[in-house]
């Protein structure tokens, strides 16, 4: 399975020889979030990105300058008058040419069982401690192109995709699939054609913690279906958690712009629970 890009930097600086960078101060506008890291090999080459290449050969030089950790101011306010961020901005960088690779191992471990998880920064006080999120997880289930189409753009998006078709006898009508897990950071998302198959499943789906709930279907299977639930015990904000219309385009006609419109809306919610996001 491959690493979430927010993971890339974590799980490089756990082996032994690499640097880790870490982002702790923004000032100003930047295309980065607080926390962002970089990862320096023993041969200069780097993992993960900060900026737009410029910026990863300055914290590279850095790196292999060893020593202390360090924070350097780079942009705006910066002592290195030579160099400058594109957006005006500033950055204050932890440099840390030896972090702790066992602590960035147990780290990356948690994710991989679906924990969050921390790392301590040393030697400064602007971010105490970097935080991490398990990587999105997509549960489809549903019926016909439109689950394959979704299903390819999240593996090709470096999520965790789980898909159940009716046809490969996964999935039963008017039973919950207690044989798949949600965690609160799972995206379960409907795709079906015939949506009395939904029922038993939103059931299920509206129990558990996942961070959003998706069903395809237009305006007259999105009444039934509230109709359904509302007869099931569900009150209307309960409803209201099920995300319909499906995405951002709100009249999706072809498989490839719904799984398009619906992967998108699904990444910005999950990217709103980042601990890091709102944090400048």
Not at 64 to 73: D, F, H, L, Q, W
Not at 229 to 234: E, F, R, S, T
Not at 261 to 268: D, I, P, Y
Request: aromatic residues 4%; glycine residues 10%; proline residues 5%.
């Amino acid at each position: 399975m491959a690493i979430p890009e927010d993971h890339e930097a974590l799980a490089a600086a756990a082996v032994a020889g690499t640097g880790l960078c870490t982002i702790v101060n923004i000032e100003g506008s930047f295309s980065r979030r607080l926390g962002a890291q970089l990862a320096v090999h023993a041969d200069g080459s780097v993992t993960g990105s900060l900026a737009d290449g410029c910026l990863e050969r300055e914290l590279a030089a850095e790196i292999a300058r060893g020593g202390e950790p360090r924070v350097i101011r780079y942009g705006a306010g910066s002592p290195k008058i030579d160099f400058r961020l594109p957006c005006g901005g500033g950055l204050d960088i932890l440099i840390d040419p030896t972090p702790d690779h066992a602590a960035c191992a147990a780290a990356l471990a948690k994710l991989e069982m679906r924990q969050e998880a921390t790392l301590a920064l040393p030697g400064q006080n602007l971010l105490a401690e970097r935080r991490y999120i398990p990587a999105l997880r997509l549960v489809l289930l549903g019926e016909g192109p439109e689950l394959d189409a979704l299903g390819r753009l999240g593996a090709a998006a470096g999520m965790v995709v789980e898909s159940r078709s009716r046809e490969d006898s996964s999935l039963a009508l008017g039973q919950r699939p207690e044989h798949i897990t949600l965690d609160r950071w799972s995206a379960l998302v409907l795709l079906f054609h015939d949506h009395e198959w939904e029922e038993a499943l939103l059931d299920w789906g509206l129990t558990s913690p996942a961070f959003f709930i998706g069903a395809q279907g237009g305006k007259p299977a999105r009444m039934a279906r509230s109709e359904r639930l509302a007869a099931l015990g569900y009150a209307e904000e309960q409803v209201a958690r099920i995300a319909s219309p499906l995405g951002l385009i709100g009249h999706s006609r072809e498989p490839s712009a719904l799984a398009l419109s619906a992967l998108a809306g699904v990444a910005g919610f999950y990217e709103l629970r980042h601990p890091h996001h709102s944090q400048r």
